[in-house]
C-alpha cells in the first residue's frame, strides 16, 4: 500500500515533502503529478528529504508526492547483455517505448530494464522432485549463439522442492514461469534486485590468479587479480578512458559491465558502434555480446549518476553468481561522488574535506567491497569475481585530493596516468615510478607456472633499466650526454628503447593493441637479450655511436609487428644479425 | 497561455542578484516570472521554493530595484527562444530576444533553452574531418564535425583571432556547404564584440549566422541565459534544418564568474576558488550539447574559448572545461614571444575524436605516424633545449644537436604559417620539411614512402 506525501520545497536536485505516515531510507518516492522517479535520502520526523532522479523545473510546491514502499531495484534476467541502461536502468535503446528511443530524453518515461517482448529458449537443469535452493540453477536460456544465461532460484528464497518444470526448448518471456516449487513459487527467468544491497555469497576467496588485460605495461609490471581492484587517476586527456575502453575490449572476462558515470556521449556512442563489430579474442562472440553499458552521461541528471555504480555493480554481481569473471569498469568515480557532493550539499549537511561528505571514504568502502572472487551460492557449486578499474579524475590533476586517496586505500592495484607522458604521447601514461600493484606476491605462483622462471627475470630487468635510466636522466640534467660513459649512453639508448617499443602501446593500431602474455613476455625477453649482447659488445670496445647507427628502435618496432608464429625464429635471426654487424664495424 | 496570471507585492528582499518572495506557494521550479515597477518591467526566473519563501534571479540584475515598488507576476511558462528561419543574420541578447528590439513576432516555434539531454544511444559518432586550414590544428589535433574542442588562452594571446580565421576557414572537404555560425558573446568588451562583428561581416557568416551577445556591461544573470540561447538556436538549425553548425562560445569563464556570482547569493557551499561544486555538471550541460544524431543529417561542433587566469591549466574553469571536452586547443606565452602565429602548443593541445577523422580517404594515408613522430620529436626538441639552459651546446650529443635544429625548424616552417589558410596537403609539405632536418634513425614512425619525401626535400636543401 502506497503513502502519500506533499511537496514543500523544491532547490536543484532535491527537494523535501511532508508525509502522513512512516517511510524509510532509501524507499522509492514518485514526486509531483508527473510521478518522477526519486529516493528518499533523509528523514527528519515528518519530513522527508528526496534525491529526484529527474529534472524537476515546473513542479510546484503542493504537489503529492508518492512513497512505493520500495527501495531502488534492477530488473535481472535474460537481455541485459548487449543492452544500455541509464543510471536507474531504465533501456535507452528504444526496444521498450518510444520514448526510450526518442532522440533527446524526455524526463518521467517509465521502462524496466528487460523487453518483455522477447522469448527466450529454456532448457532445464533439474526435474521435478529435486531440492532447490537460493542460487540453485533450475536451468538456463540460451542467450545470442552460445552463452547458457542461467535461471537461479531467487537469493533470500526458502529451499523447496521443485514440483513443474518447463520442458527443453520451450519459449519463455522474461516473466513466464520456467519452473513451480512445492512452496508456490513461481521461478521466472527475472529476478528483482535492489541495487544498493550486496548480494551475498558463500565466501571469498584468496586471489590466485591475473585478469589478463593485454596492455603489456599493465600485465607486466602492474598486473591485477582477478577479483581485486584496480584505480586508474589521471588529469584530463591523459587516457583513463581510452584504457577502460581497451580493457573492455581485450581483458579475459567473461562479461564486462562499463558504466559511463558522468562522463561523455559520444565515448558511450563510440562504444555501442564499435564493439558490435569487434570479437572477442577468448570466445569469438562479438564484444557487445558481453557487455552490459550503462550511460549516464555528464549532462544527464545528477541524482541518477549517484546510482548509477549501485545498478551497475548489482548487475555485475548476478553475472558473477553464474559463476562468471566479471569486469566492473566505473568512468569515473570522481563524478559519482560530485554527485554525492551535490546532494550532500543540497540537504546542507556539514561538509568534510573540499567539501565531500565525511561519509565518502564509507560510501566508496561499500562499493570496493563488493568486489572479489567468491564461491557463489547455489548448485552446481561455481565461482565468479568481480574486478573493478575505476578511473578518477582528480581536479587539477593533483592525487592528493579525497577521492584519488581513499581510492587508493580501497584498491591494490595503483595505475597512475601522467600528464607529461601524455603530453609527449606516451601512451598507456602509465607512470612507472608512481604506480604500484599489492598482487604481485599472491600472483607469482600463477605466472611461473604458466610462464616459467624466465617470467620473473624478464620483469625484474624492465623494472631495473627503467630505474638505471631514471638515475641517468637526472645525470644527464647537471654533466650532458657527452659525458657518460660508453656504456650509460647504451643504457640511455636501450631505456628508450624499452618506452617506446614495450611500454607504450597503441590503441588504435589493430596489431598492436593486444598482446598475449606470452607475447609480452618474449617481447621482453629479446630487449633483454639485446641489452645483454650489445652491454658486451661495448664491453669489448665498440662505441655507443656505433649502435646508434643501426637504429634499434625501428628494427625492434618492425621485429614487434611480426605475426606471432614467426616471431621466435625471426627475433633469433634478427639478435644474430644485431651481433653481426657489430662485431663486423668492430674491426673497421 | 494563460490569461490567468498569480502576481504577488510581498518581496521579503533583495540579496545580489536574487529576489525573495514570501508567498510563492504557487510557483514551479523555473518558472518564468515579470517584475513590475514603476519604472518598467523586469523578468526572471524561480530558483529555489522553500515553503513559502521563493527565490528568484533576475535577469536584468536587482539594480535600482527597490522591494516596496514591484509586483512579481509569475507567467506559468519556463524561459523559452523564439525560433525560425528568420534568426539568419540577426543580434540577439542573451535571452534570444533581438538586440534593442521585440520579441520576434512570426516564429515557427519556442523551446525552453535549457534543453533536453541527447539520448547517448541516438548519437552518430562524429567521423568528418573538418579542414581548418591551420596546420596544427589539422595535421596533429584534427576537428571533427559534431566535436566540442574549445581554446584555453592566457590574458592577452590571440584567441579570439584563431577562432575568427577556424570561422573564416572551416569547412568540410568535399562538401560544398559552409558552416552557419552560432556565436555566443558571453561578459566581453565592445571591443572584442566588435572585432569579431567586423571579421564575420568580412567573411560573410554575419548573414547566415546568429548571434547571442551579453557584453561585459550587461547582467551577469542574463549571461547564464546566452549559452542557452545560443546552443538552443544551434539545436533548432542542426536537427530540424539539417545544417552543420558551428558554435563559438566566448567567454566561459565569464560565464562561470556569473554562475558563481548566484551560487553566492544562494549562500551555496563554496568550492575550488568560491566556484559552486555543481560547476561541472552545469558547464557539461553546456558542452554536451554538440554532436551528431543518428540518421539526421545536421550537427554541431563547438569552440569554445576558455580564459586562463595566470596561464594556470588548473584553475577550475579550465580544468572542468578539459574533463568535459573532447580536446583543447592551447595557447603559448613562448610561442607568441617567438614571434610565431598561430602560437599553439601543440604538445599539451589534444583533439580527442582525431582518429576518427584522418588516415587514407579522409586526410591521407599514414596521417597518424606522421603526427605522432612530429610529437615525439617535438617533445624531445623541447627537452633537449631546457637541457641545453644547463649543460650549454658542449654537453649536447651530436644527435641532441639535431634535435634543436628541428625543434627550431618545426616552429619556424609549419607553427608559423601566419594568416593564410592552408590544405591539408601544404600542411604536410611543411611537417616534411621540418622533419628533413632530422637523421633517418630518428624518424622510425614514418612509413616508407614519406621518408623517399623527406629524404628528396633533404636532398634538395
Ligand atoms: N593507449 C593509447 N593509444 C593511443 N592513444 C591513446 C591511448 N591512450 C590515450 N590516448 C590518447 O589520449 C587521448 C585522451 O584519452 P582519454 O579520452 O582516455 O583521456 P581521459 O583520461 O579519459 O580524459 P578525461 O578525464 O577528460 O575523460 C585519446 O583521445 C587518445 O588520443
Ligand atoms: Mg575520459
New binding site residues.
Given amino acids: 500500500m502506497s503513502n502519500l506525501g506533499k511537496i514543500k520545497c523544491l532547490a536543484g536536485t532535491v527537494i523535501r515533502a511532508d508525509s502522513a505516515s512512516p517511510v524509510s531510507n532509501f524507499e522509492v518516492a514518485r514526486v509531483g503529478s508527473e510521478r518522477l522517479l526519486g529516493e528518499v535520502i533523509r528523514i527528519d520526523g515528518k519530513e522527508v528529504d528526496i534525491q529526484v532522479y529527474e529534472e524537476i523545473d515546473g513542479v510546484h510546491v503542493g504537489e503529492p508526492v508518492e512513497f512505493t514502499g520500495e527501495p531502488l531495484g534492477v530488473d535481472l534476467g535474460p537481455g541485459l547483455l548487449g543492452s544500455v541502461l541509464d543510471g536507474i536502468g531504465r533501456p535507452l535503446g528504444g526496444f521498450s517505448s518510444e520514448e526510450a528511443g526518442a532522440f533527446f530524453l524526455k524526463r518521467g518515461f517509465f521502462s524496466r530494464s528487460l523487453d518483455p517482448g522477447t522469448r527466450w529458449a529454456f532448457f532445464p537443469l533439474k526435474s521435478p522432485g529435486d531440492n532447490l535452493s537460493p542460487g540453485d540453477a533450475l536451468g538456463f536460456v540460451k542467450e545470442g549463439e552460445d552463452f547458457k544465461h542461467l535461471v537461479m532460484a531467487p537469493l533470500g528464497s526458502e529451499m523447496s522442492r521443485v514440483r513443474e518444470i518447463a520442458s527443453p526448448g520451450t519459449l519463455v518471456t522474461v516473466d513466464d514461469a520456467v519452473g513451480v516449487l512445492e512452496n508456490s513459487l513461481a521461478i521466472t527467468p527475472c529476478q528483482r534486485w535492489h541495487v544498493r544491497t550486496p548480494r551475498p555469497c558463500v565466501e571469498r576467496l584468496p586471489f590466485s590468479e591475473p585478469l589478463i588485460t593485454g ?1 603489456r605495461v599493465l600485465d607486466t609490471l602492474f598486473p591485477v587479480a582477478l577479483g581485486g581492484a584496480a584505480v ?1 587517476p ?13 580493457l573492455a575490449k581485450w581483458c579475459n572476462a567473461g562479461v564486462v559491465v562499463y558504466i559511463g558515470c558522468g ?2 556521449g559520444n ?1 558511450m556512442t563510440e562504444v555501442l558502434e564499435e564493439f558490435p563489430h569487434l570479437k572477442d579474442p577468448h570466445t569469438g562472440r562479438t564484444l557487445m555480446e558481453r557487455m552490459v553499458l550503462i550511460a549516464n552521461t555528464s549532462n544527464m541528471p545528477v541524482a541518477a549518476r549517484e546510482a548509477s555504480i549501485y545498478l551497475g555493480m548489482s548487475i555485475a554481481e548476478y553475472f558473477r553468481d553464474m559463476g562468471l569473471d566479471v569486469a566492473l569498469m566505473a ?2 568515480t570522481s563524478r559519482w561522488a560530485e554527485a554525492l557532493r551535490e546532494i550532500s550539499g543540497r540537504l546542507g549537511e556539514m561538509p568534510g574535506e573540499e567539501g565531500y561528505p565525511a561519509y565518502l571514504g564509507s560510501r566508496l568502502a561499500q562499493y570496493y567491497e563488493r568486489a572479489g572472487r567468491v564461491r557463489v551460492l547455489g548448485e552446481p557449486q561455481r565461482k565468479g569475481s568481480i574486478t573493478i578499474f575505476n ?1 578518477v ?1 582528480p581536479a587539477g590533476g593533483d592525487f592528493s585530493e579525497p577521492v584519488t586517496q581513499a581510492s587508493l586505500r580501497l584498491s591494490g592495484t595503483f595505475w597512475a ?1 601522467d600528464k607529461r607522458l ?1 603530453e609527449g ?1 606516451h ?3 602509465v607512470n612507472w615510478k608512481q604506480s604500484y600493484s599489492l598482487y604481485e606476491k599472491a600472483l607469482e605462483p600463477f605466472f611461473l607456472e604458466n610462464l616459467g622462471e624466465q617470467w620473473k627475470d624478464c620483469a625484474s630487468f624492465l623494472k631495473s633499466l627503467l630505474e638505471r635510466e631514471t638515475e641517468l636522466l637526472s645525470l644527464v640534467q647537471i654533466v650532458g650526454r657527452d659525458a657518460l660513459s660508453e656504456q650509460d649512453k647504451w643504457d640511455l639508448e636501450m631505456g628508450e628503447i624499452v618506452r617506446v617499443a614495450f611500454l ?6 589493430p596489431h598492436d ?1 593486444f598482446n598475449t602474455l606470452e607475447q609480452q613476455m618474449r617481447l621482453s625477453e629479446i630487449l633483454k637479450d639485446l641489452q645483454c649482447l650489445v652491454s658486451e659488445e661495448i664491453e669489448r670496445g665498440v662505441l655507443h655511436q656505433q649502435v646508434q647507427g643501426l637504429g634499434l628502435l625501428r628494427q625492434v618496432l618492425a621485429l614487434r609487428g611480426a605475426p606471432a608464429e614467426d616471431f621466435e625464429k625471426r627475433s633469433h635471426q634478427w639478435l644474430e644479425e644485431v651481433a653481426r654487424s657489430l662485431t663486423t664495424s668492430e674491426g673497421r | 497561455m494563460d490569461l490567468y496570471r498569480e502576481g504577488t507585492r510581498s518581496i521579503s528582499g533583495v540579496t545580489g542578484p536574487l529576489l525573495f518572495v514570501s508567498n510563492g506557494r504557487k510557483a514551479a521550479l523555473g518558472e518564468l516570472v515579470t517584475i513590475e515597477t514603476s519604472k518598467g518591467k523586469r523578468t526572471g526566473q524561480v530558483l529555489q521554493i522553500d515553503g513559502d519563501l521563493c527565490a528568484i534571479q533576475v535577469f536584468e540584475g536587482t539594480l535600482g530595484l527597490n522591494p516596496g515598488d514591484c509586483t512579481v507576476w509569475f507567467e506559468k511558462d519556463v524561459v523559452k527562444v523564439r525560433l525560425g528561419q528568420v534568426l539568419m543574420g540577426q543580434t540577439l541578447d542573451g535571452r534570444g530576444i533581438p538586440r534593442g528590439g521585440k520579441a520576434l513576432p512570426c516564429f515557427e516555434k519556442e523551446v525552453p533553452i535549457t534543453g533536453s539531454p541527447l539520448n547517448p544511444a541516438m548519437r552518430a559518432g562524429p567521423s568528418d574531418f573538418v579542414e581548418t586550414g591551420i596546420a596544427s590544428i589539422d595535421l596533429l589535433n584534427t576537428i571533427v564535425r559534431g566535436q566540442k574542442l574549445p581554446v584555453f588562452s592566457g590574458s592577452g594571446l590571440p584567441a579570439n583571432e584563431i577562432a575568427a580565421q577556424v570561422v573564416r576557414q572551416a569547412h568540410v572537404p568535399g562538401n560544398p556547404e559552409q558552416f552557419l555560425v552560432v556565436f555566443a558573446a558571453i561578459g566581453i568588451t565592445e571591443r572584442e564584440a566588435r572585432f569579431f562583428r567586423d571579421s564575420f561581416e568580412e567573411s560573410g557568416a554575419l548573414f547566415n549566422g546568429v548571434f547571442v551577445v551579453n557584453l561585459a556591461g550587461d547582467s551577469a544573470v542574463e549571461r547564464l541565459l546566452a549559452p542557452r540561447t545560443a546552443l538552443t538556436i544551434a539545436e533548432y538549425f542542426a536537427f530540424d534544418r539539417g545544417y552543420d553548425v558551428l558554435v563559438v562560445m566566448t567567454d566561459m569563464l565569464h560565464y562561470c564568474e556569473a554562475l558563481r556570482e548566484v551560487s553566492a547569493a544562494r549562500e551555496e557551499a563554496p568550492g575550488r576558488r568560491g566556484f559552486p561544486g555543481y560547476l561541472y555538471s552545469d558547464l557539461a550541460s553546456l558542452y554536451e550539447r554538440a554532436g551528431c544524431v543518428k540518421g539526421l543529417k545536421g550537427s554541431i561542433t563547438q569552440i569554445p574559448i576558455v580564459s586562463m587566469p595566470g596561464d594556470d591549466m588548473t584553475h577550475p574553469v579550465v580544468d572542468l572545461s ?6 583543447q586547443i592551447v595557447l603559448d606565452r613562448g610561442l607568441q614571444a617567438r614571434g610565431v602565429y598561430p602560437p599553439i602548443n601543440v604538445l599539451s593541445s ?6 576518427k577523422g584522418i588516415g587514407e580517404g579522409r586526410t591521407f594515408a599514414g596521417h597518424r605516424q606522421v603526427a605522432d613522430q612530429l610529437f615525439a620529436s617535438y617533445a624531445r626538441s623541447r627537452e633537449v633545449s631546457r637541457l641545453r639552459l644547463i649543460v650549454g651546446d658542449e654537453g649536447l650529443t651530436e644527435t641532441e644537436l639535431h634535435y634543436l635544429r628541428f625543434g627550431s625548424a618545426f616552429e619556424r616552417l609549419f607553427l608559423d604559417q601566419g594568416d593564410s589558410a592552408l590544405s591539408i596537403g601544404e600542411s604536410l609539405a611543411a611537417a616534411v620539411r621540418a622533419l628533413s632536418t632530422l637523421p633517418d634513425e630518428e624518424l622510425f614512425r614514418i612509413p616508407a614512402d614519406l621518408m623517399e619525401e623527406i629524404r628528396r626535400v633533404r636532398l634538395d636543401r
Fill in positions: 596492455q586508474i589521471g588529469g584530463f586527456g591523459t587516457g583513463k578512458t581510452v584504457t577502460q575502453q581497451s562522463e561523455r565515448e568512468d569515473s578511473a579524475s596516468l601524455a604521447r601512451f598507456p601514461s607504450q602501446q597503441n590503441a588504435y593500431d593493441a | 578539459g574533463y568535459i571536452t573532447e580536446g589534444l583533439s580527442r575524436l582525431m582518429n
